[in-house]
């Protein structure tokens, strides 16, 4: 017992001693009039409650030292700091709000209150941030004989010419089109089409391509009608294998089938009322200088080719709604650019600013970025940081790659079987026909401190099972099987 309380000291001094480098190196910057690289060292380390810490921020933000000059984000960093009677960080909170009216002061009091626990956390995500691997910035993942991933055609079983035939929805009465963010529904289409039995559908789906070119995870981005059998037949695809220097990695996609694959010819052809009502409100939005207007504006044109537009308009749409601050745009506008392999620094720029903003897709996002791209330094550290930021909003495929993480990590401070099967077991109801759901589970039995090995071979036996009824690649899985069962043909009994 001796020896476990002499660990924590000396754990706790080493902690403490980090801190204190940390907040003297911030010194020493601030001494030198070195405002920005201050800035950034003390808030790294602006979670820890240190009121220096917060006291120094309130002076950089109040006098505009290595940020921009903020009377109010000042006031908020020295309110930290008076709560630890720090300093005269009380007499300038008291100076800062002096003026303000009485009948106001709960209001800044409780918006004060709600700033802090947001800067704070704000400090914790910059912990997480990527750091870009500059060598492999100016190279591309490629797809066999394709640049883009988008050029490769998606195929259907049916064999029609489109994808809408195999998912068109049969209703009576009207229909509906529900637009994306801050669209308004319509109830135009159905009265004036010849096809009025029939309702207008599509899926936009965002998944990852897996090493073998199988597709996982798919998300539905946005959907209108009965969409089951098209997103089974997405997932029954297999692409060309992504490649980075003649290795293979990941790669996320977005796939559009239905009506937002369709040509204008064909729209106003088939569907002349919707495409009426679509052009309208686009019209509409078009006029509005609202970053959310405008941040839906440029995804109905990047989801419907079929509007009029201009080559850039998209991007320069999502560009300003992101700048503007609405973090959706930024999710998307930093996507976009990744799924294009354009401006790779911007693209991860901005799908850690939506991360920031708590974002669920944004931070699962950011995650398999620092699992699995080439242009960022892997981290499996920070990839469970937000895979676990974006579980605890609910976020499915994030709980099962965090489980992952749990069982397979070669790093033993990241390996923790209870956390992985308290994952699996909030996910199994809608997890459990996928393959890397039986798989984990597998390992998880197996890794048990008390394993169950037939539990496991149990489990891996489906997951090789559903994985070849999707294409996909389960050679790895075969050899796990076998190590357990001489060969596959042996059931094991636990003793």
């Not at 005269?88 to 002096?98: K, T």
């Not at 956390?121 to 797809?143: G, S």
């Not at 391509?209 to 695809?237: C, F, H, W």
């Not at 980075?244 to 052809?269: C, E, H, P």
Request: one cysteine or more.
């Amino acid at each position: 017992m001796n020896i476990i309380k002499t660990l924590i000291i000396l754990l706790v001094f080493v902690n403490y001693s980090v801190l204190a480098n940390n907040i003297k190196q911030a010194d020493n910057y601030f001494e030198q009039k070195k405002y920005s690289l201050a800035l950034n060292e003390y808030l790294s380390v602006a979670d820890t409650k240190e009121p220096k810490v917060y006291y120094q921020l309130g002076v950089m933000h109040y006098k505009g030292l290595g940020v921009e000059a903020d009377s109010f984000k000042a006031l908020v960093w020295f309110s930290l700091a008076a709560e630890k009677n720090y300093d005269n960080s009380v007499e300038i909170v008291n100076n800062l709000i002096a003026n303000v009216d009485p009948e106001e002061k709960p209001q800044i009091n409780a918006l004060i209150k709600t700033s802090q626990l947001l800067y704070t956390q704000q400090a914790v995500f910059r912990k997480y941030q990527p750091q870009l691997n500059e060598t492999n910035l100016k190279q591309r993942i490629k797809f066999d004989d394709y640049e883009n991933i988008s050029d490769v055609e998606i195929n259907t079983n049916e064999g029609t010419e489109d994808a809408l035939s195999m998912f068109m929805a049969t209703q009576s009465g009207g229909s509906s089109v529900e637009g994306f963010e801050g669209f308004t529904s319509y109830d135009t289409f159905a009265s004036e089409n010849e096809f009025s039995n029939t309702e207008p559908c599509f899926l936009i789906a965002d998944y990852d391509i897996a090493p073998d070119g199988s597709i996982r995870n798919i998300a539905q981005v946005k959907t209108r009608g009965s969409v089951k059998s098209a997103e089974y037949d997405l997932s029954m695809n297999n692409l060309p294998k992504p490649t980075f220097n003649d290795q293979s990695v990941s790669f996320i996609n977005r796939t559009y089938l239905g009506i937002a694959n369709y040509n204008r010819f064909r729209m106003r052809k088939d569907y002349y009322s919707l495409y009426k009502a679509m052009r309208s409100l686009t019209d509409q939005l078009s006029e509005s200088d609202s970053a959310k207007d405008q941040y839906s504006y440029g995804m109905a044109l990047m989801h419907f080719p079929w509007l009029s537009q201009e080559s850039g308009d998209v991007n320069e749409l999502l560009k300003g709604a992101a700048e503007s601050g609405y973090a959706l745009a930024k999710y998307e506008y930093g996507l976009k650019l990744y799924r294009e392999q354009k401006d790779l620094k911007q693209a991860v720029y901005w799908l850690f600013e939506a991360a920031k903003n708590n974002l669920s897709q944004a931070q699962y996002r950011l995650a398999r970025i620092f699992l699995d791209s080439p242009w960022v330094i892997h981290d499996e550290n920070k990839a469970l940081f937000w895979l676990e930021q974006a579980a605890s909003k609910g976020h499915l495929t994030s709980k099962l790659k965090s489980a992952e993480i749990k069982l397979l990590s070669t790093d033993e401070g990241l390996q923790d079987v209870k956390g992985a099967v308290a994952y699996l077991t909030e996910i199994d109801e809608l997890q459990n026909q996928n393959p890397e759901y039986q798989y984990l589970q597998a390992m998880a039995a197996a890794k048990k401190v008390n394993r169950e090995l037939s539990v496991a071979v149990k489990h891996i036996r489906k997951a090789i099972k559903l994985g070849k009824s999707l294409n996909w690649d389960v050679t790895s899985w075969q050899a796990q099987l076998k190590s357990w069962t001489s060969g596959g043909r042996v059931f094991v009994q636990d003793l």
